[in-house]
C-alpha cells in the first residue's frame, strides 16, 4: 500500500488550484438518475476515488457513463438493476445517496446498509423516517435497506439533526413526489444548495435551498442540464492550514471564500493572513499562530472536515486552545497520531485540549479517515524531519494530485510504494 513521505519544515510559496467540492459531486451525480431524457453534464467534478466509486456503482445499476477530464456525463437510459451491493457502499457511505432518485424515480431501491465507520456509528434514520413520510415502503433485511413506493407523496418532514446527505436523499426524491414536501430543520450546506441548482436546471421546483426550511412541488418528470459543482471548501480549508503551518504564502485560486467564513474567521483569529484577491485567497504566515477555541457545528458553523486540520495547526500554536467535535461522536483519531509527533493534546469527551508546542517531530503515522489524514500531512508539513503517512487510500478518496500540488508549492513530498 502507497505511503506518503513528507519532508517538513519548507514554507509553501506559489498558488494552488482548488478542484471541484466531492461532497458536491457526489450527490450530482445520483441526482443524474433523475433525468428522462438529455443528458447531464457535471463540470469541474474532481479526479477523486470517492467519484470513481459513485461513477462504478452507476454503471453497476445500467447507467451510461463518459468522463472526459474534469467533466462527466450521465446519458439518459433506463437502468437495469436498482441495487447498490455491500462491496461499493461498504467502500463509500455516499452510496446511500442513490436512494432518494432510485425510490422517486423506479419506485424500488435496495441499498446496503452503510454500517458505522471510524469517525462514529452514524445510522440513517432520518433518511429513511423521511422516505417513509413519503409513501415508501421499508424493510431491512440481509444487511440491505429495500425500499419500494407508488409514486411518492408530497410531505412535511422535519429532521431531528439537519444531516446533510438525509436533506439531499429527501430533496432529490421530492422532486418527483405527487404535491408540495417540505423539509424543516434541513441542513444548510452550499453544497445542498448546489445540488438544488443543478435539480432546478432539469425542471423541479425548489425553494429555500440554503436555509432551514426547503419546500418541494413535485414535478413527473426531470430532463438532463448542464452544471457546474461549486469549488471545495473543504480541500481550500486543508490548503490554507498546511500554508498557515509551514509559514509560507500562497494563493489558493478556483474558490469560494463566501462559503468558508467559519473557517476563515478562527483562522484570522489565530493570526493566519488571509486576504481576497481579484484572483483568490492569499493566505500567509510569518509569525507562530495563536491558540484559538473552535466548536464543530452544521453550516454556517465551523465544519467538522476542517476540525482535524486545524488541530495540526493548533499543535504548533502559542498557547492553548480547545476544539469541540459536536458533530460526530468519535472524531479524534488523528489525536494519538499527533501526540506521536510531539503535540499536547488530551481529550475529554467531545473536547481536546491543545497545548501548543514550539515544534513536532516527524515520525511514521497513520490514518483512519479522509479528513484525519489530511491531518497528518498538515502536521507533517510543519515537522522537522521526514513523516512517512500510512494508509493514504483515504487522502486519495477526497484529494486529487495531493502530492503534484504540494510539490509545486515548494513542499518535499514523495509518493512510494509498498
Ligand atoms: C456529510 C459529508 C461529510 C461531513 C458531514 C457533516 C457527504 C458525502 N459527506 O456526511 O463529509 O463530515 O456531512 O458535515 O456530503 N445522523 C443521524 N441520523 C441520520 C443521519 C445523520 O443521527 O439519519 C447524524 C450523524 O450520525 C452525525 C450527524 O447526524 O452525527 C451529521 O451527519 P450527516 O450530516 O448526516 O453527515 P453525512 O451526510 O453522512
Same mark, same amino acid.
Given at each position: 500500500?502507497?505511503?506518503?513521505?513528507?519532508?517538513?519544515?519548507?514554507?509553501?510559496?506559489?498558488?494552488?488550484?482548488?478542484?471541484?467540492?466531492?461532497? %458536491?459531486?457526489?450527490?450530482?451525480?445520483?441526482?443524474?438518475?433523475?433525468?428522462? =431524457?438529455?443528458?447531464?453534464?457535471?463540470?469541474?467534478?474532481?479526479?477523486?476515488?470517492? /467519484?470513481?466509486?459513485?461513477?462504478? @456503482?452507476?454503471?453497476?445499476?445500467?447507467?451510461?457513463?463518459?468522463?472526459?477530464?474534469?467533466?462527466?456525463?450521465?446519458?439518459?437510459?433506463?437502468?437495469?438493476?436498482?441495487?447498490? &451491493?455491500?462491496?461499493?457502499? #461498504?467502500?463509500?457511505? *455516499?452510496?446511500?445517496?442513490?436512494?432518494?432518485?432510485? @425510490?422517486?424515480?423506479?419506485?424500488?431501491?435496495? +441499498?446496503?446498509?452503510?454500517?458505522?465507520?471510524?469517525?462514529?456509528?452514524?445510522?440513517?434514520?432520518?433518511?429513511?423516517?423521511?422516505?417513509?413520510?413519503?409513501?415508501?415502503?421499508?424493510?431491512?433485511?440481509?444487511?440491505?435497506?429495500?425500499?419500494?413506493?407508488?409514486?411518492?407523496?408530497?410531505?412535511?418532514?422535519?429532521?431531528? /439533526? &439537519?444531516? +446533510?446527505?438525509?436533506?439531499?436523499?429527501?430533496?432529490?426524491?421530492?422532486?418527483?413526489?405527487?404535491?408540495?414536501?417540505?423539509?424543516?430543520?434541513?441542513?444548510?450546506?452550499?453544497?445542498?444548495?448546489?445540488?438544488?441548482?443543478?435539480?432546478?436546471?432539469?425542471? %423541479?421546483?425548489?425553494?429555500?435551498?440554503?436555509?432551514?426550511?426547503?419546500? $418541494?412541488?413535485?414535478?413527473?418528470?426531470?430532463?438532463?442540464?448542464?452544471h457546474r459543482i461549486i469549488p471545495d471548501r473543504i480541500e481550500t480549508a486543508t490548503y490554507a492550514a498546511a500554508a498557515a503551518v509551514s509559514r509560507g504564502n500562497v494563493l489558493i485560486r478556483g474558490t469560494d471564500p463566501e462559503i468558508l467564513s467559519s473557517v476563515i474567521r478562527? !483562522?484570522?483569529?489565530?493570526? $493566519?493572513?488571509?486576504?481576497?484577491?481579484?484572483?483568490?485567497?492569499?493566505?500567509?504566515?510569518?509569525? #507562530?499562530?495563536?491558540?484559538?477555541? +473552535?466548536?464543530?457545528?452544521?453550516?454556517?458553523?465551523?465544519?467538522?472536515?476542517?476540525?482535524?486540520?486545524? !488541530?495540526?495547526?493548533? *499543535?504548533?500554536?502559542?498557547? %492553548?486552545?480547545?476544539?469541540?467535535? !459536536? +458533530?460526530?461522536?468519535?472524531?479524534?483519531?488523528?489525536?494519538? =497520531?499527533?501526540?506521536?509527533?510531539?503535540?499536547? /493534546?488530551?481529550?475529554?469527551?467531545?473536547?481536546? !485540549?491543545?497545548?501548543?508546542?514550539?515544534?513536532?517531530?516527524?515520525? &511514521?503515522?497513520?490514518?483512519?479517515?479522509?479528513?484525519?489524514?489530511?491531518?497528518?500531512?498538515? *502536521?507533517?508539513?510543519?515537522?522537522?524531519?521526514?513523516?512517512?503517512?500510512?494508509? /493514504?487510500?483515504?487522502?486519495?478518496?477526497?484529494?486529487?494530485?495531493?502530492?503534484?500540488?504540494?510539490?509545486?508549492?515548494?513542499?518535499?513530498?514523495?509518493?512510494?510504494?509498498?
Amino acid at each position: 500500500m502507497d505511503k506518503l513521505l513528507i519532508e517538513g519544515g519548507v514554507p509553501l510559496q506559489g498558488e494552488v488550484f482548488i478542484d471541484g467540492a466531492k461532497n %458536491a459531486a457526489l450527490p450530482a451525480l445520483a441526482a443524474a438518475l433523475l433525468a428522462e =431524457e438529455r443528458e447531464v453534464l457535471l463540470e469541474n467534478v474532481p479526479r477523486v476515488v470517492d /467519484i470513481r466509486t459513485m461513477c462504478s @456503482l452507476l454503471r453497476e445499476m445500467g447507467a451510461s457513463i463518459e468522463e472526459e477530464g474534469t467533466s462527466i456525463r450521465v446519458l439518459p437510459r433506463d437502468l437495469t438493476s436498482q441495487e447498490a &451491493p455491500y462491496d461499493l457502499v #461498504r467502500r463509500m457511505r *455516499a452510496s446511500v445517496l442513490t436512494l432518494g432518485p432510485l @425510490l422517486a424515480r423506479y419506485g424500488y431501491a435496495k +441499498v446496503s446498509s452503510p454500517g458505522g465507520c471510524a469517525i462514529g456509528e452514524r445510522p440513517i434514520d432520518l433518511h429513511l423516517a423521511g422516505l417513509e413520510a413519503m409513501g415508501a415502503r421499508i424493510h431491512l433485511h440481509g444487511g440491505y435497506i429495500e425500499a419500494r413506493s407508488e409514486r411518492l407523496r408530497g410531505a412535511e418532514i422535519y429532521l431531528d /439533526i &439537519p444531516s +446533510v446527505t438525509a436533506t439531499e436523499n429527501l430533496l432529490m426524491a421530492a422532486t418527483l413526489a405527487d404535491g408540495r414536501t417540505v423539509i424543516e430543520n434541513a441542513a444548510m450546506e452550499p453544497e445542498i444548495s448546489d445540488l438544488a441548482a443543478l435539480l432546478k436546471g432539469m425542471g %423541479a421546483k425548489i425553494e429555500g435551498e440554503g436555509t432551514e426550511k426547503i419546500t $418541494v412541488q413535485g414535478t413527473t418528470r426531470l430532463v438532463g442540464t448542464s452544471h457546474r459543482i461549486i469549488p471545495d471548501r473543504i480541500e481550500t480549508a486543508t490548503y490554507a492550514a498546511a500554508a498557515a503551518v509551514s509559514r509560507g504564502n500562497v494563493l489558493i485560486r478556483g474558490t469560494d471564500p463566501e462559503i468558508l467564513s467559519s473557517v476563515i474567521r478562527k !483562522m484570522t483569529a489565530a493570526g $493566519v493572513g488571509i486576504r481576497s484577491e481579484a484572483e483568490g485567497l492569499r493566505i500567509s504566515s510569518g509569525e #507562530r499562530l495563536r491558540g484559538v477555541d +473552535v466548536t464543530t457545528a452544521p453550516y454556517p458553523g465551523f465544519p467538522t472536515d476542517v476540525q482535524a486540520q486545524f !488541530m495540526a495547526m493548533m *499543535a504548533l500554536a502559542e498557547g %492553548a486552545s480547545i476544539i469541540r467535535e !459536536m +458533530v460526530f461522536e468519535n472524531r479524534f483519531m488523528h489525536v494519538a =497520531e499527533l501526540r506521536r509527533m510531539g503535540a499536547d /493534546i488530551r481529550t475529554k469527551g467531545a473536547s481536546a !485540549m491543545i497545548r501548543g508546542v514550539s515544534s513536532l517531530e516527524a515520525a &511514521p503515522v497513520m490514518a483512519t479517515d479522509l479528513r484525519a489524514s489530511a491531518c497528518l500531512v498538515v *502536521a507533517g508539513l510543519a515537522a522537522r524531519g521526514e513523516t512517512k503517512i500510512a494508509r /493514504i487510500y483515504h487522502l486519495d478518496r477526497g484529494y486529487s494530485r495531493l502530492e503534484e500540488k504540494l510539490s509545486r508549492l515548494g513542499a518535499r513530498v514523495r509518493r512510494v510504494g509498498g
